[in-house]
């Protein structure tokens, strides 16, 4: 059985008697340090047990960990309440950041550390006292895959462009209400206005090969395979399959081309991997210590190397062959502000839902 596994077996009764037993302790011995930490974690990488075990390592705070998707993880903290033994909240993307925010699952963070990491449009202000609601910790391009056969990159180079008359019947991407789909969405409406993001929308859907299926990576598949003529991936899904020593990934790759959208004008969207500290924390310094050791340069390091995930943290140097031959070592990202994006999923929504995008 591996440790995932094995993490994904901890049932929330097996945690709060954890939590139950931490309380206990600290009563009969005061001074007693804390030395666990519960994080609930939608990141579902393998890699990442490195992350965890380097932490505990350094700081004897040994780490328990449930892993589900995010949505899973909203739900299992409300259900939880005041009772929940959970310290730190790891979720990909802004959308579902922004959600447990509106919803009061996050403890506000106080951290020179962590403000000093990562820049201001990488962080997300609370709605309510205006602090510090969450951090991003990791970015993935939203990235554009077209059949190297059928179509150049400049037919390719901006959003704007999946949705001309030239890809009829020939887009694949996944589900509009997948957060990685409602964050781009979201930022296209910051980028064009409302009205403008609907029509794009429908020019999509106008334009699809099939009804949205799959995950990322079969999107990607699907122009290799010749179903697809243009495709949208985060970027993590393709230089995984990059560093695939699979003869069929190999092949794969070879058969797509990749843009970096919207170089000319406001930057290629990114998707945000970001952590927060729980509401009902009893934990907040380690849990704290926990998020700032994700900002350090080796944690950082490991996302670029590991995940195949660009860095957060400013001025962190990393060594991936395949994110440096994807993007050409450097690209113009955009620069909103991430909480703007992931209010405007439920705008995004009602949109999708208007112009038939499942
Ligand atoms: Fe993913």
């Given at each position: 059985m591996s440790s995932r596994s094995i993490h994904q077996g901890l049932t929330k009764y097996a945690l709060l008697g954890l939590a139950g037993m931490g309380v206990v302790m600290h009563s009969a011995h005061a001074q007693a340090p804390m030395t666990s930490l519960n994080i609930y974690s939608a990141r579902h990488y393998p890699t990442d047990?490195?992350?965890y075990s380097d932490f505990t390592k350094s700081t004897g705070i040994k780490i328990n960990r449930v892993d589900a998707d995010d949505a899973g993880i909203l739900n299992r903290l409300k259900a939880e309440g005041t009772a929940s033994p959970a310290?730190?909240?790891?979720?990909?993307?802004?959308?579902?950041?922004?959600?447990?925010?509106?919803?009061?699952?996050?403890?506000?963070?106080?951290?020179?550390?962590?403000?000093?990491?990562?820049?201001?449009?990488?962080?997300?202000?609370?709605?309510?006292?205006?602090?510090?609601?969450?951090?991003?910790?990791?970015?993935?391009?939203?990235?554009?895959?077209?059949?190297?056969?059928?179509?150049?990159?400049?037919?390719?180079?901006?959003y704007e462009k999946l949705a001309d008359a030239q890809f009829k019947g020939k887009l694949c991407i996944r589900s509009g209400s997948h957060p990685y789909n409602l964050s781009l969405f979201g930022a296209m409406t910051e980028h064009l206005g409302p009205q403008a993001t609907e029509a794009w929308l429908k020019g999509l859907v106008a334009n699809m090969a099939r009804n949205p299926t799959g995950g990322d990576t079969d999107q990607i598949k699907g122009v290799a395979s010749g179903e697809c003529?243009?495709?949208?991936?985060?970027?993590?899904?393709?230089?995984?399959?990059?560093?695939?020593?699979?003869?069929?990934?190999?092949?794969?790759?070879?058969?797509?081309?990749?843009?970096?959208?919207?170089?000319?004008?406001?930057?290629?969207?990114?998707?945000?991997?970001?952590?927060?500290?729980?509401?009902?924390?009893?934990?907040?310094?380690?849990?704290?210590?926990?998020?700032?050791y994700?900002?350090?340069?080796?944690?950082?390091?490991?996302?670029?190397?590991?995940?195949?995930?660009?860095?957060?943290?400013?001025?962190?140097?990393?060594?991936?062959?395949?994110?440096?031959?994807?993007?050409?070592?450097?690209?113009?990202?955009?620069?909103?502000?991430?909480?703007?994006?992931?209010?405007?999923?439920?705008?995004?929504?009602?949109?999708?839902?208007?112009?038939?995008?499942?």
């Open positions: 047990e490195a992350l310290d730190v909240i790891l979720l990909v993307d802004a959308a579902r950041l922004w959600r447990a925010e509106v919803d009061g699952l996050f403890l506000p963070i106080k951290s020179k550390t962590l403000e000093a990491a990562i820049p201001e449009n990488l962080r997300a202000k609370r709605s309510d006292t205006g602090g510090i609601a969450w951090f991003g910790l990791s970015t993935r391009a939203r990235v554009i895959v077209f059949d190297k056969l059928k179509f150049k990159k400049s037919d390719v180079d901006t003529g243009v495709a949208v991936t985060n970027s993590y899904y393709l230089a995984r399959m990059m560093r695939s020593a699979n003869p069929a990934d190999k092949a794969t790759i070879e058969k797509v081309g990749v843009v970096f959208p919207n170089q000319g004008t406001w930057g290629t969207h990114l998707n945000i991997a970001g952590g927060a500290v729980a509401r009902h924390s009893k934990h907040t310094d380690n849990a704290v210590r926990f998020l700032e994700l900002a350090s340069a080796s944690a950082q390091n490991h996302f670029a190397n590991g995940n195949n995930e660009w860095p957060a943290a400013k001025g962190v140097s990393f060594d991936n062959a395949a994110l440096k031959a994807m993007s050409g070592g450097n690209f113009k990202s955009e620069v909103l502000p991430i909480s703007a994006v992931g209010m405007n999923q439920i705008k995004v929504q009602q949109m999708l839902d208007r112009v038939g995008f499942r």
